[in-house]
């Protein structure tokens, strides 16, 4: 049946009645009235908030109209918020940070990711080490190949949906991001960046490894830090952080950390609790009378005194100080040296607020600010004991306005999909997309682990085969697809943007009717035989960009 909006409801009105035709034409009347209407509603209602400020300037709170004016302002301000918060959208993230002591990984990290209480509803998780093994035989294999911490949290998380989005490494300092596949076209400009502070900035035993993004159109930059050790060092540690933030990452346009939207910092801060004894401090936590130390905290007190650390936020320390443990217990340091306890594992965030720039006098503000962040739970986990550290972790809401709502890219699968036959892949990108001749369409596992974990590809223009305004077809060769079938995705691969902007839904290949010939060579029965696959030597992996 043709839509209300459609000319073919005039070319096939004969199977309409007059009452019909007079309530479309009413109905397309309306619909102008309504469209002319909302096109200046914006400039008179800016225009009577106007008016309505300039009377609120003559009206004291002695006049009558008083309470009733600031009733109906109270009422127009809820509706309005009711209407703003329900575009806005909700981004869970869990935040680790962990000085895992040269340890390889536990067995388990279930409670750490809190895989059982927060499920599948996390959308983001953000895991900072430090002391990662670099003694430089385990250093260059990690080079060469992914460390083991990476391949254990990809092993981990990838079969839960998650990819690892990107990673950064400075000797023990290691970041890694993972996030669900649904919001991969929406995370772009990822840059990542490493700040040395060891040894007057030349060696990278200290420091902090950086990452940032956009996420639906909001920049985000996380901050893993390493600053140095001891009582005596705060100074040290502050001048350290402020030399890190005054870094710059590569690329035109893209702001400093501080100018971000929202900024976190964690890692081992090495802050320690100042003036009191170790017998005190112990009895403290003995007592979990956590807030008799907080004040003597390194980090609060110069929270109050630095004005570059102000306007950064911390959950409340409700839990043990985190260092310095004996190994696999949870008993405080036996040794000679007999550490006191501090809380030298944190994790803080800041949101920059957009009224730091005053509007101009008669001027209203375009928006109220566009993200908030609020923290669900900050603790330590007291159960994993490789190290003399215990994991912090914090999980956060991140509440905000999309202001990317379409992917670059959208692509599908065309078709049945089996090894017994080329298959095709159908894609679609916005106007304004920085096409390149090095893009390329990957084919994943739905269980992939991270942007070269691909069974095979496609170049978009070297592999096309048809082309129209709307939409453009690639194609895969039989040969190059898995002939023991499964689930899989395509994803959309942006050699200028150097990210993912587009996934398909996941899909099934068909098992292959063919049987395997046994007596080929290794390789030649499979996609591998591609000519400048980059697992079998080639050029491609640079082309790529990855």
Same mark, same amino acid.
């Given at each position: 049946?043709?839509?209300?909006?459609?000319?073919?409801?005039?070319?096939?009105?004969?199977?309409?009645?007059?009452?019909?035709?007079?309530?479309?034409?009413?109905?397309?009347?309306?619909?102008?009235?309504?469209?002319?209407?909302?096109?200046?509603?914006?400039?008179?209602?800016?225009?009577?908030?106007?008016?309505?400020?300039?009377?609120?300037?003559?009206?004291?709170?002695?006049?009558?109209?008083?309470? @009733?004016?600031?009733?109906?302002?109270?009422?127009?301000?809820?509706?309005?918020?009711?209407?703003?918060?329900?575009?806005?959208?909700?981004?869970?993230?869990?935040?680790?940070?962990?000085?895992?002591?040269?340890?390889?990984?536990?067995?388990?990290?279930?409670?750490?990711?809190?895989?059982? #209480?927060?499920?599948?509803? *996390?959308?983001?998780?953000?895991?900072?080490?430090?002391?990662?093994?670099?003694?430089?035989?385990?250093?260059?294999?990690?080079?060469?190949?992914?460390?083991?911490?990476?391949?254990?949290?990809?092993?981990?998380?990838?079969?839960?949906?998650?990819?690892?989005?990107?990673?950064?490494?400075?000797?023990?300092?290691?970041?890694?991001?993972?996030?669900?596949?649904?919001?991969?076209?929406?995370?772009?400009?990822?840059?990542?960046?490493?700040?040395? *502070?060891?040894?007057?900035?030349?060696?990278?035993?200290?420091?902090?490894?950086?990452?940032?993004?956009?996420?639906?159109?909001?920049?985000?930059?996380?901050?893993?830090?390493?600053?140095?050790?001891?009582?005596?060092?705060?100074?040290?540690?502050?001048?350290?952080?402020?030399?890190?933030?005054?870094?710059?990452?590569?690329?035109?346009?893209?702001?400093?950390?501080?100018?971000?939207?929202?900024?976190?910092?964690?890692?081992?801060?090495?802050?320690?609790?100042?003036?009191?004894?170790?017998?005190?401090?112990?009895?403290?936590?003995?007592?979990?009378?956590?807030?008799?130390?907080?004040?003597?905290?390194?980090?609060?007190?110069?929270?109050?005194?630095?004005?570059?650390?102000?306007?950064?936020?911390?959950?409340?320390?409700?839990?043990?100080?985190?260092?310095?443990?004996?190994?696999?217990?949870?008993?405080?340091?036996?040794?000679?040296?007999?550490?006191?306890?501090?809380?030298?594992?944190?994790?803080?965030?800041?949101?920059?607020?957009?009224?730091?720039?005053?509007?101009? @006098?008669?001027?209203?503000?375009?928006?109220?600010?566009?993200?908030?962040?609020?923290?669900?739970?900050?603790? #330590?986990?007291?159960?994993?004991?490789?190290?003399?550290?215990?994991?912090?972790?914090?999980?956060?809401?991140?509440?905000?306005?999309?202001?990317?709502?379409?992917?670059?890219?959208?692509?599908?699968? @065309?078709?049945?999909?089996?090894?017994?036959?080329?298959?095709?892949?159908?894609?679609?990108?916005?106007?304004?997309?920085?096409?390149?001749?090095?893009?390329?369409?990957?084919?994943?596992?739905?269980?992939?682990?991270?942007?070269?974990?691909?069974?095979?590809?496609?170049?978009? @223009?070297?592999?096309?085969?048809?082309?129209?305004?709307?939409?453009?077809?690639?194609?895969?060769?039989? #040969?190059?697809?898995?002939?023991?079938?499964?689930?899989?995705?395509?994803?959309?691969?942006?050699?200028?943007?150097?990210?993912?902007?587009?996934?398909?839904?996941?899909?099934?290949?068909?098992?292959?009717?063919? %049987?395997?010939?046994?007596?080929? %060579?290794?390789?030649?029965?499979?996609?591998?035989?591609?000519?400048?696959?980059?697992?079998?030597?080639?050029? #491609?992996?640079?082309?790529?960009?990855?």
């Amino acid at each position: 049946m043709a839509s209300l909006g459609s000319e073919d409801a005039f070319q096939h009105s004969e199977g309409l009645s007059l009452n019909d035709l007079e309530s479309l034409s009413s109905l397309r009347s309306r619909s102008a009235s309504i469209s002319s209407t909302s096109s200046s509603g914006r400039v008179q209602l800016r225009h009577r908030m106007a008016q309505l400020m300039a009377c609120v300037e003559d009206i004291s709170s002695d006049d009558e109209i008083h309470d @009733e004016v600031s009733r109906t302002l109270d009422e127009a301000f809820l509706i309005w918020g009711k209407k703003l918060k329900d575009k806005w959208q909700e981004f869970r993230l869990h935040l680790v940070t962990w000085n895992v002591g040269t340890a390889s990984p536990p067995p388990d990290v279930t409670s750490l990711l809190q895989l059982n #209480s927060l499920g599948s509803t *996390t959308d983001m998780y953000v895991i900072g080490l430090q002391e990662v093994n670099s003694k430089i035989t385990n250093f260059l294999s990690d080079l060469a190949f992914d460390d083991p911490w990476s391949i254990f949290f990809m092993t981990v998380l990838s079969p839960l949906g998650y990819m690892k989005l990107s990673s950064v490494r400075m000797q023990g300092l290691l970041l890694l991001i993972f996030v669900k596949h649904v919001h991969l076209p929406f995370i772009r400009d990822i840059h990542t960046h490493y700040t040395r *502070t060891g040894l007057y900035g030349y060696w990278g035993n200290k420091g902090g490894v950086s990452i940032r993004m956009s996420l639906f159109g909001h920049t985000i930059c996380f901050m893993n830090c390493h600053l140095p050790a001891h009582m005596e060092n705060t100074e040290q540690r502050l001048d350290d952080f402020e030399k890190i933030l005054e870094m710059q990452f590569e690329g035109e346009g893209i702001p400093s950390p501080l100018d971000h939207k929202v900024l976190f910092w964690f890692g081992d801060l090495n802050f320690r609790i100042a003036d009191y004894g170790i017998h005190f401090v112990r009895e403290s936590i003995n007592n979990r009378r956590f807030n008799l130390l907080w004040e003597k905290d390194q980090l609060n007190m110069a929270k109050k005194k630095e004005a570059f650390l102000k306007e950064f936020k911390e959950g409340p320390l409700l839990f043990k100080p985190t260092y310095k443990f004996d190994l696999y217990s949870e008993v405080y340091d036996t040794s000679e040296k007999k550490r006191k306890p501090a809380w030298t594992d944190r994790i803080l965030w800041k949101v920059k607020n957009i009224y730091e720039v005053a509007p101009k @006098e008669g001027e209203f503000p375009e928006e109220e600010n566009s993200i908030s962040v609020s923290l669900s739970n900050y603790i #330590s986990h007291m159960s994993y004991g490789i190290s003399d550290h215990k994991p912090v972790t914090g999980t956060f809401k991140l509440e905000m306005k999309p202001l990317v709502l379409d992917p670059l890219v959208t692509l599908n699968a @065309e078709g049945e999909w089996s090894a017994e036959h080329d298959v095709l892949i159908r894609y679609s990108a916005g106007s304004e997309f920085p096409s390149s001749a090095w893009d390329w369409i990957g084919l994943f596992q739905v269980t992939f682990r991270h942007v070269k974990d691909y069974v095979t590809y496609a170049w978009v @223009e070297d592999d096309e085969i048809s082309s129209n305004r709307d939409s453009k077809q690639v194609y895969m060769s039989a #040969s190059e697809i898995p002939r023991m079938g499964g689930e899989f995705l395509l994803c959309y691969y942006s050699n200028n943007l150097q990210s993912i902007v587009g996934i398909s839904e996941p899909f099934q290949i068909q098992p292959s009717q063919t %049987p395997i010939e046994k007596d080929l %060579p290794e390789g030649e029965s499979s996609w591998l035989q591609k000519p400048d696959n980059p697992v079998s030597g080639g050029n #491609s992996e640079k082309r790529k960009g990855i």
